[in-house]
């Protein structure tokens, strides 16, 4: 009789640990589930940022190029119309005493020039001149492109 009371009670345990474990791995399954749950949502909130990013870089890679290729087709418009002798770049003289007195003024085709003393460019330094401030405005676009991103990724990650 004493043998079947501990059987009956050890039975009895090994039901109620059984249902405690069950219920604990239930619980765990749940947790990882959640967890796993909320990696996903993380991952797609993070890809969603990146394709947001992706998309603008695009954008402004667009309007970059547009920016540039339209500075580069003045420039070239601007070089032929000085090869062309279409157009002439001056500069300013220095005026004063023994400063330049001795130069014409030059009046362009556009106008006239009144008073200030000026000297026509030699149209070979007028194209280097030209090619010069191309590479220059060249190098501003793309250092106002790279701003532009560096403060879009800045905004972002902040």
């Not at 043998?3 to 249902?19: E, H, I, L, N, P």
Request: hydrophobic content about 45%; glycine content about 8%.
């Amino acid at each position: 009789m004493v043998f079947s009371a501990c059987f009956s009670t050890w039975k009895v345990d090994t039901w109620r640990y059984g249902r405690q474990l069950a219920a604990k791995e239930t619980a765990h399954q749940t947790m990882l589930t959640n967890l796993a749950n909320a990696n996903s949502a993380l991952v797609l909130a993070e890809q969603g940022k990146r394709f947001a990013l992706e998309q603008w870089l695009g954008a402004s890679e667009q309007a970059h190029y547009r920016v540039l290729t339209d500075e580069q087709t003045k420039q070239a418009r601007l070089r032929d119309r000085l090869a062309t002798t279409d157009l002439r770049l001056s500069v300013l003289l220095a005026s004063g005493a023994g400063a330049g007195e001795r130069l014409p003024a030059v009046a362009g085709p556009g106008g006239v020039v009144h008073g200030a003393t000026r000297a026509e460019l030699d149209p070979a330094h007028a194209q280097r001149i030209i090619g010069i401030t191309s590479a220059g405005n060249e190098g501003l676009i793309a250092l106002a492109a790279c701003q532009a991103y560096a403060r879009e990724v800045s905004a972002q990650n902040p």
